[in-house]
């Protein structure tokens, strides 16, 4: 699997995108059986996914971000929430200098929560940045895809990240991922006492019930939503809204 865009120069100029989408991971713990990569890896297949339907500028991905929930597990790296910001907005100043004004930021790190912010001040002058997939997003995806569990049981490393690698990076899933199910509860103090103080071999979700099936469903899904985003931003009149994954 590649995760980095391979288009040139060439291929920018003749496209003339009027939009970039930045995928936006992490390098965090995910289990025996998913790599520290994983939310990178699902940024990029989102954002791949979204390329190959829309005409957007696919940048390569941020690979590590707000993790510190994580750093009870071996492996975890985290920068700050005001590196991730600083970054973003080198980023867009660096796009508008070549005439790109609009951004989507796909996110792959649910604790990366500063990239709501980013979003909420970069659109206070007019439309320019939103943030997908969004809570809606991923909740129709998973209906669609007839996912068995929910977004707060299924929140690390189970059924619905564990199904889209299954489908669009299979070499990236280990044997173990069958017997690793853990229910972490309510959790109300993840952002206190970490990750670690709800689950021992840090999966909290459902891997089990995860297959390549609804793997492609999800991405289907999401494709299809993301053109609610183009709308927000003003850029819908510019695509066509897919009804079936590209072969």
């Not at 973003?88 to 790190?109: Q, T, W």
Request: net charge negative; with cysteine.
């Amino acid at each position: 699997m590649n995760l980095l865009p391979t288009t040139t120069s060439s291929d920018i100029q003749e496209q003339r995108p009027s939009l970039a989408v930045l995928p936006i991971g992490s390098f965090e713990q995910h289990g025996r059986y998913l790599p520290l990569i994983t939310d990178t890896a699902i940024a990029c297949i989102i954002s791949q996914e979204i390329a190959s339907t829309y005409p957007v500028h696919l940048l390569p991905p941020i690979t590590m971000s707000c993790s510190h929930e994580h750093a009870g597990f071996p492996g975890t790296v985290s920068i700050s929430a005001k590196t991730l910001y600083a970054v973003i907005d080198d980023i867009r100043a660096s796009l508008a200098r070549s005439g790109i004004y609009k951004l989507v930021i796909v996110n792959g790190h649910g604790g990366n929560y500063v990239l709501s912010n980013v979003v909420q001040e970069a659109n206070v002058d007019g439309p320019a940045v939103s943030l997908f997939p969004l809570s809606s997003d991923w909740d129709r995806a998973r209906d669609e895809a007839g996912l068995v569990s929910d977004r707060h049981a299924d929140m690390h490393a189970g059924e619905i990240e564990t199904s889209i690698l299954l489908d669009a990076a299979p070499e990236l899933v280990r044997n173990g991922f069958a017997d690793a199910d853990h229910d972490g509860g309510s959790r109300p103090f993840l952002l206190v006492q970490g990750v670690s103080a709800y689950t021992e071999s840090g999966v909290i979700g459902f891997p089990s019930l995860a297959t390549p099936e609804k793997g492609k469903a999800v991405m289907d899904s999401l494709r299809i939503s993301f053109a609610r985003h183009l709308d927000a931003l003003g850029e819908a009149s510019r695509v066509s809204v897919p009804s079936v994954r590209p072969s």
